[in-house]
């Protein structure tokens, strides 16, 4: 039987988990999910920072679902139980979870050090791994989805000529884990299929931090970078987000989605 677009894309009745979801490409995550309908639990280590954005989802009266902040230290696995069992309690399980969630210090080849390293591939990748197995059962009950934020760094290299020192620059570290996410959502694809969960990634690229708009020098650098010759807004997440997360995109599983203004396609 046909499905419209609509149905297709309704999220009512089912609930969301975000990572990182207070931030400046978190929100409009949440808001997206929230405008489709869903349950939405905005979770960072940042309880009042997610609060005040749940709040602000709330006024906003987007969708049918409710919308709570969460405290969540990706890092840590008793934090991470600890989150979920509110999602069960007061949510009922959970049906998708986007694994958002990053810091780390910026850093040059020459200014990296074992320290930053470990720490960056431990937020990036193994923290996607941590929320993965332990959401896993309640996924598994709900045959949920599974998005994972990468980045366009995860499949080609920053080019060195865009930056100047330490400050803007783009670590080692972050697109050797961000390759490793893309590599482990592939495994996530096919080994959780037969519990009809469905795992896919979104790269976005470039979409700089309001503070690093400032440096107008840089951005027409990374401006000029990609076909559509600037950088993306945080608004233009929300239709790969819409589509890797509810029925509409039942049949894609695998796939690494690239909103990045065509960065690789010279």
């Known amino acids: 039987m046909t499905k419209r677009l609509a149905e297709l894309m309704s999220l009512e009745g089912r609930t969301a ?6 931030g400046y490409l978190g929100i409009e995550m949440c808001r997206t999910l929230a405008e489709l309908g869903a349950n939405v639990v905005i979770a960072s280590r940042d309880p009042a920072k997610c609060a005040a954005a749940a709040a602000q989802l ?11 902040g969460q405290r969540l230290d990706v890092m840590d ?10 999602v069960d309690r007061e949510l009922g399980g959970l049906d998708i979870l986007i694994n958002n969630a990053w810091s780390g210090a910026k850093n040059s080849w020459e200014s990296i050090d ?6 960056d591939i431990d937020m990036s990748l193994n923290s996607v791994f941590r929320m993965v197995k332990l959401a896993f059962p309640s996924l598994r009950e709900r045959r949920g989805v599974i998005l994972n934020i990468a980045s366009m760094y995860g499949y080609v290299a920053p080019d060195y000529r865009l930056y100047d020192g330490k400050e803007l620059a783009n670590p080692p570290s972050y697109g050797a884990a961000k390759a490793g996410v893309l590599q482990f959502t592939r495994y996530l694809s096919s080994f959780l299929a037969p519990y009809g969960i469905r795992a ?3 790269s976005p690229g470039a979409f700089p931090h309001p503070p690093t708009q400032a440096n107008t020098a840089f951005m027409e650098r990374l401006s000029g970078k990609n076909p559509l010759g600037r950088i993306g807004q945080p608004h233009e997440l929300k239709g790969a987000v819409a589509l890797l997360c509810s029925d509409a995109g039942s049949y894609m599983t695998g796939q690494n989605v690239c909103v990045d203004g065509g960065w690789a396609a010279w």
Not at 17 to 22: I, K, N
Not at 77 to 86: D, H, Q
């Open 58 to 68: 709330e006024t906003e009266r987007l969708g049918a679902g409710r919308v709570i």
């Open 77 to 86: 696995a008793a934090s991470i139980r600890e989150c979920l069992g509110v």
């Open 17 to 22: 988990l975000v990572t990182g979801g207070a």
């Open 114 to 119: 074992d320290r930053d390293w470990t720490y």
């Open 200 to 202: 896919n990634c979104l």
